[in-house]
């Protein structure tokens, strides 16, 4: 890493660095059987680089991206990297109001985005003056442009860029988006520095080699697709089967070609369901990782007993990347998340501000070259989450135990973690507050064998009002991504507070923890 350093600090340089010389070898490869080698990669991101430079980016502009996955999108995270550019990568379920906000916080000089958003993106982009703006397809072979000029038609007419160029370790690389408790979207700042240093570590501490094969099946608008994913299997030189999205059969036909699979609990649940998952399917594997959300300890049994595999289990945030990891070696041990990860401190303080003892539940914090030096535009936020010693408070609840493994037993009290997705209530709440006959409401998350959790709703209605749910659902739809939308709303006529008037959400979940059983 010292020698890294004093390079160019660009993550793009390092991943270049690590790409196989024969640069023929495949890189990715579709659901489909296309395949794109390591040379059409390379050439694609310079090309792409290249027009990224005749737009009049510069280093530091920030280039925000809603697309669906493919090669190209990918691609287009690297001329990002390359051109020294911020990569703004946001969630392609996201609405026009949620896109509203973060363009006009982050303000992109280029924002890329579906065709079939064309009308309201190119809304957005008129009120705040974004002058450049194209259209990404998941298939680019067969893209309706719909009049809007396509990005990867543009960029393949110009010559590649070869320059890599230069940034240091602290310079930002991405800007990642993270609800926050008060209804306002943080975002979250992400160095080379930070990407480079989890990049390697996971690299090295989950064991890659020659020959390894990733199955891709996560999006990578986020940490778990994009840094983690992504970002081993480049720097191992590796091919990627990148299958836009998941599905639990087509996984099972291609984990055969694969020597590792990462992926989030649902995705475990939804393979353990089919008939034809079996040992056999995942003879080639040699790694199982799940993260994003927590991991069920009836799924890791149960598939030990189907597959003979332990899947080893890790934790992250947005605003960390990966903070521990079960061993590659070693016991991994269902229900924690392992160790921390070398070069990475962490620690579990009590209310009091004290180091808890070995089992005691407490204030999970951090602190290494992975975690976020801030938020954008968010100076008192910053001065919050760090200590004075230089930890990040997570808002994740936990314990070590004499073994050092960790284990995380709550989270920030509002965090709701559906499908791998971080869902915070309130910003669901303030819009349901404005529906008319609503006089307050309280979202909370309730167990759901699919998802881990499921996102629900509880109303009070105002007095006289004529409301049911159906009415509340079509209020919300279409300003929030599905994964946030309540799965159940329940009508009722007062909310359980205690002494000092506050909410008892914890009431609520035990009240409807059996809704989705």
């Given at each position: 890493?010292?020698?890294?350093?004093?390079?160019?600090?660009?993550?793009?340089?390092?991943?270049?660095?690590?790409?196989?010389?024969?640069?023929?070898?495949?890189?990715?490869?579709?659901?489909?059987?296309?395949?794109?080698?390591?040379?059409?990669?390379?050439?694609?991101?310079?090309?792409?680089?290249?027009?990224?430079?005749?737009?009049?980016?510069?280093?530091?502009?920030?280039?925000?991206?809603?697309?669906?996955?493919?090669?190209?999108?990918?691609?287009?995270?690297?001329?990002?990297?390359?051109?020294?550019?911020?990569?703004?990568?946001?969630?392609?379920?996201?609405?026009?109001?949620?896109?509203?906000?973060?363009?006009?916080?982050?303000?992109?000089?280029?924002?890329?985005?579906?065709?079939?958003?064309?009308?309201?993106?190119?809304?957005?982009?008129?009120?705040?003056?974004?002058?450049?703006?194209?259209?990404?397809?998941?298939?680019?072979?067969?893209?309706?442009?719909?009049?809007?000029?396509?990005?990867?038609?543009?960029?393949?007419?110009?010559?590649?860029?070869?320059?890599?160029?230069?940034?240091?370790?602290?310079?930002?690389?991405?800007?990642?988006?993270?609800?926050?408790?008060?209804?306002?979207?943080?975002?979250?700042?992400?160095?080379?520095?930070?990407?480079?240093?989890?990049?390697?570590?996971?690299?090295?501490?989950?064991?890659?080699?020659?020959?390894?094969?990733?199955?891709?099946?996560?999006?990578?608008?986020?940490?778990?697709?994009?840094?983690?994913?992504?970002?081993?299997?480049?720097?191992?030189?590796?091919?990627?089967?990148?299958?836009?999205?998941?599905?639990?059969?087509?996984?099972?036909?291609?984990?055969?070609?694969?020597?590792?699979?990462?992926?989030?609990?649902?995705?475990?649940v939804r393979l353990l369901a089919e008939p034809a998952f079996s040992t056999q399917t995942c003879a080639n594997i040699r790694l199982f990782v799940s993260g994003s959300a927590p991991l069920l300890a009836e799924t890791f049994h149960a598939f030990l007993a189907c597959?003979?595999?332990?899947?080893?289990?890790?934790?992250?945030?947005?605003?960390?990347?990966?903070?521990?990891?079960?061993?590659?070696?070693?016991?991994?041990?269902?229900?924690?998340?392992?160790?921390?990860?070398?070069?990475?401190?962490?620690?579990?303080?009590?209310?009091?501000?004290?180091?808890?003892?070995?089992?005691?539940?407490?204030?999970?914090?951090?602190?290494?070259?992975?975690?976020?030096?801030?938020?954008?535009?968010?100076?008192?936020?910053?001065?919050?989450?760090?200590?004075?010693?230089?930890?990040?408070?997570?808002?994740?609840?936990?314990?070590?135990?004499?073994?050092?493994?960790?284990?995380?037993?709550?989270?920030?009290?509002?965090?709701?973690?559906?499908?791998?997705?971080?869902?915070?209530?309130?910003?669901?709440?303030?819009?349901?507050?404005?529906?008319?006959?609503?006089?307050?409401?309280?979202?909370?998350?309730?167990?759901?064998?699919?998802?881990?959790?499921?996102?629900?709703?509880?109303?009070?209605?105002?007095?006289?009002?004529?409301?049911?749910?159906?009415?509340?659902?079509?209020?919300?739809?279409?300003?929030?991504?599905?994964?946030?939308?309540?799965?159940?709303?329940?009508?009722?006529?007062?909310?359980p507070r205690n002494a000092m008037g506050k909410v008892q959400k914890n009431e609520l979940r035990k009240r409807y923890a059996d809704?989705?059983?």
């Open positions: 890493m010292d020698s890294y350093k004093k390079m160019n600090a660009n993550l793009y340089a390092l991943l270049q660095s690590r790409f196989p010389g024969d640069r023929s070898l495949a890189a990715l490869e579709k659901a489909s059987g296309k395949t794109y080698s390591y040379a059409t990669l390379e050439e694609s991101t310079a090309r792409y680089t290249g027009f990224i430079r005749t737009l009049g980016v510069v280093a530091g502009d920030r280039i925000a991206v809603q697309v669906e996955k493919s090669p190209e999108a990918l691609f287009l995270y690297l001329a990002c990297l390359q051109s020294g550019a911020v990569y703004l990568p946001l969630n392609s379920a996201y609405q026009e109001g949620e896109i509203d906000y973060f363009l006009g916080d982050a303000t992109p000089k280029v924002v890329i985005y579906q065709p079939k958003n064309e009308m309201w993106m190119g809304t957005l982009c008129d009120k705040h003056g974004i002058k450049h703006r194209f259209t990404l397809a998941e298939d680019n072979e067969t893209e309706n442009e719909a009049g809007r000029s396509s990005w990867h038609e543009n960029a393949m007419k110009h010559p590649p860029m070869l320059e890599i160029v230069r940034r240091g370790p602290d310079d930002l690389a991405s800007i990642l988006y993270t609800s926050g408790t008060t209804g306002r979207s943080k975002g979250a700042m992400i160095t080379h520095r930070n990407l480079s240093s989890n990049a390697l570590t996971l690299h090295s501490y989950w064991g890659f080699k020659p020959g390894d094969v990733l199955l891709h099946a996560l999006p990578i608008f986020h940490v778990h697709g994009l840094f983690v994913a992504c970002h081993t299997a480049l720097l191992n030189g590796s091919k990627m089967i990148f299958h836009s999205k998941f599905d639990a059969k087509a996984a099972i036909a291609a984990l055969p070609r694969a020597t590792v699979f990462m992926g989030v609990p649902t995705m475990y597959t003979g595999h332990r899947i080893l289990e890790r934790y992250g945030m947005t605003e960390t990347g990966m903070i521990t990891s079960n061993p590659l070696d070693g016991e991994r041990r269902g229900g924690t998340v392992g160790l921390a990860l070398p070069g990475i401190a962490v620690r579990v303080l009590d209310d009091a501000g004290k180091n808890c003892a070995p089992g005691e539940i407490g204030g999970l914090q951090v602190k290494g070259d992975n975690v976020l030096p801030g938020y954008w535009q968010m100076p008192e936020k910053n001065k919050e989450e760090f200590t004075a010693d230089g930890y990040f408070k997570t808002g994740d609840v936990g314990k070590i135990d004499a073994d050092d493994y960790v284990t995380i037993v709550g989270r920030s009290k509002d965090l709701v973690i559906s499908g791998g997705y971080n869902v915070y209530p309130k910003e669901i709440e303030l819009l349901l507050d404005e529906i008319p006959g609503v006089a307050e409401s309280a979202v909370i998350g309730l167990p759901h064998p699919d998802f881990g959790e499921a996102v629900a709703a509880v109303i009070v209605k105002k007095p006289s009002a004529i409301l049911v749910d159906s009415d509340v659902m079509t209020a919300i739809k279409g300003k929030l991504a599905a994964f946030k939308l309540p799965k159940r709303v329940f009508l009722v006529e007062d909310l809704t989705f059983k």
